[in-house]
């Protein structure tokens, strides 16, 4: 195309007060990036995708190590660049659409891919523990018990929300923040296939029988469930609310108990749950329920399958936490102000928790106490973690720490919560705090000025794995008992760490 259509199609792609950096984008971007900044074999350029990415002037300029992105400064000048910049953190003019026929037309499945008929390693599978690396979009595959590295692959760009395995651990799923879906095999260290979800999405959730995952979507406003054996497109469902008013979703969580998918709604005042069981799982006659008659709704092929509920709320609710048996969740509300519970048999809130200063309710654990479950969250605006009583929802404890904190940790063999103190001076510290006590009994500084965060448990507890989480950061390993440090492993800023084991049996101590 000569520069005189590529400023053509420049224009009606972003108006003429983008004339020129549209211009650049269509000549330099376009063909890796999507006419429409819609992504192609590079990631979505979109605000919703792009987040809070810094440093964009200097990938343009000299590229990104290990991947195809180049740099551009020889052909582009600091003005160019810096046009380009405003004009990818623009948003699109129209929200675009991602239909059935687009996610199936997406779909990349490894041609030579073949499944290893026994792991193709001497670990035990059930103990691998899988690094996301976002420093170079990789995750490395560990050995729960030597932390050797088996192996390390690409992820698409901008790896968002937890993987999630099947129910034997086989095979793990990884979706990234502008939808795509990748599906690898751990016992044959190979990726088997791709498909793109949505434009930009949240997280993931794996149905209790391992045959649904279903992708939370803020562009378009869907949630997509694919078929976890072959990625294909088995259901778009747009999510509009009572009123008539579309939603970005959230998040997407599983309930195993009650066979279902739960969804937190950005945009309306709704939770929605769908059912994962032909037989119509917690919808199926004889099931304790109270809400509305006629909302329950079945939009699947098969009696009762994907059905979905609506839950009213007074206002929007999201970043769940849910207690053991999923007959409870806690939300917060859209200012950070408080946690409401919400009995999902009866379909209603049942109580208010005082949670000033964000709490970050997905991140929370529970754990016994004195013969109570206890579950507690940290807060992203204050120093505290707040520990709540799940029999009464009262508040148990207020613990003070160094700052605010993003993630907690435990497991069942252990007497610890391991919590990070991830904003402020002191990013680089880990809390271990006594579960019955609810004191501080030591802090620990692996790497004194750099942002730690992010403890994951080997499968029987004996270790415990925090991340340094910078460019050229690391995983240290440490004895969970003894506290001493066991191992330092290099890493490209590792985000969060998922053991096969833990997850798959929704460990104590483990997010869900």
């Not at 520990?387 to 003070?400: A, F, N």
């Not at 620990?444 to 950061?473: C, M």
Request: net charge negative.
């Amino acid at each position: 195309m000569d520069k005189a259509k590529l400023a053509a199609a420049a224009l009606l792609l972003a108006g003429g007060a983008w004339a020129e950096p549209a211009a650049d984008y269509a000549e330099h971007c376009a063909s890796c990036h999507g006419e429409e900044r819609l992504g192609g074999t590079g990631p979505a350029l979109i605000p919703e995708t792009l987040g809070r990415v810094r440093g964009i002037e200097d990938v343009i300029a000299h590229g990104r190590p290990a991947t195809q992105m180049l740099g551009f400064s020889d052909v582009l000048d600091e003005a160019q660049i810096a046009g380009l910049v405003e004009f990818i953190k623009t948003p699109l003019e129209a929200v675009p659409e991602w239909t059935e026929a687009d996610i199936a037309a997406s779909r990349e499945m490894a041609p030579d891919y073949a499944p290893a008929q026994a792991p193709v390693f001497d670990a035990d599978p059930l103990n691998i523990t899988l690094v996301v690396e976002t420093g170079d979009h990789h995750v490395s595959v560990l050995d729960g018990d030597t932390f050797d590295v088996l192996d390390r692959f690409p992820t698409p760009y901008a790896v968002h929300g937890g993987p999630k395995f099947s129910p034997d651990g086989r095979y793990v799923f990884i979706m990234s923040r502008d939808g795509w879906v990748q599906k690898y095999d751990i016992w044959s260290l190979k990726e088997i296939g791709r498909v793109r979800a949505g434009l930009n999405s949240r997280n993931i959730a794996m149905s209790e029988d391992g045959q649904w995952l279903a992708v939370a979507n803020y562009l378009p406003q869907t949630l997509t469930i694919l078929s976890t054996e072959t990625l294909e497109p088995v259901k778009v469902m747009p999510v509009v609310a009572r009123d008539g008013t579309p939603s970005r979703v959230s998040a997407v969580y599983q309930a195993p108990q009650r066979k279902s998918f739960i969804l937190a709604l950005k945009d309306a005042p709704e939770i929605w749950e769908v059912t994962t069981d032909p037989e119509g799982g917690p919808f199926h006659d004889g099931f304790v329920h109270s809400y509305e008659k006629g909302m329950e709704e079945s939009v699947g092929a098969q009696k009762g399958l994907f059905a979905r509920r609506r839950i009213v709320v007074e206002e929007p609710l999201d970043d769940f936490f849910f207690d053991p048996d999923y007959r409870h969740l806690i939300g917060t509300n859209r200012e950070g102000t408080k946690g409401v519970v919400v009995n999902l048999i009866v379909g209603r809130e049942i109580a208010e928790l005082p949670l000033p200063g964000m709490p970050h309710l997905g991140s929370g654990i529970s754990w016994e106490r004195n013969g109570h479950r206890v579950m507690a969250t940290p807060h992203l605006n204050e120093g505290v973690l707040s520990v709540i009583d799940t029999e009464d929802w009262s508040i148990v404890k207020t613990i003070q720490t160094h700052g605010p904190g993003f993630f907690l940790r435990s497991h069942e063999t252990s007497p610890h919560v391991w919590a990070d103190v991830f904003f402020g001076p002191h990013k680089d510290e880990v809390h271990i705090i006594d579960k019955q006590t609810l004191e501080i009994v030591a802090t620990l500084n692996p790497a004194p000025g750099k942002t730690v965060a992010h403890t994951e448990f080997t499968r029987d507890g004996r270790y415990a794995l925090v991340s340094i989480w910078e460019d050229d950061g690391a995983v240290v390993v440490y004895d969970a008992q003894t506290l001493q440090e066991v191992r330092r492993l290099p890493m490209r800023k590792p985000s969060g760490k998922y053991n096969v084991w833990n997850k798959i049996t929704f460990s104590d101590g483990t997010s869900h």
